[in-house]
């Protein structure tokens, strides 16, 4: 199973609210793509923390990795969910194994 973190800065303009509102849009648009096993989001627990927004994904194989990053419904998610409310953005793709 591949793994796929991502950790992201926020623009100084997102509040609690719109945070959610992110979170909420990758819990619902995220998992419409095929091969994608499983979809976290969240805001990291310490209140002034360098990286406040994470999301993962699980996918079968690196080749769902690859078809998920040119999927239209993603595409869509990054200019219209993330592009406009972050400003930095860490990735990690990892190959996992499930005890």
């Given at each position: 199973m591949i793994h796929h973190a991502v950790f992201f800065k926020l623009a100084a303009e997102v509040d609690e609210a719109k945070l959610e509102e992110i979170i909420a849009l990758t819990c619902k648009m995220l998992p419409q793509i095929p091969g994608v096993q499983h979809v976290r989001?969240?805001?990291n627990i310490l209140g002034d923390a360098e990286w406040p927004f994470f999301l993962t994904v699980d996918l079968d194989s690196v080749e769902a990795l690859e078809a998920y990053?040119?999927?239209?419904?993603h595409l869509e998610y990054v200019d219209a969910v993330v592009k406009?409310?972050?400003t930095e953005r860490?990735?990690?793709d990892y190959d996992t194994k499930l005890a």
């Open positions: 989001a969240g805001k990053r040119i999927h239209p419904v406009p409310f972050t860490f990735a990690l």
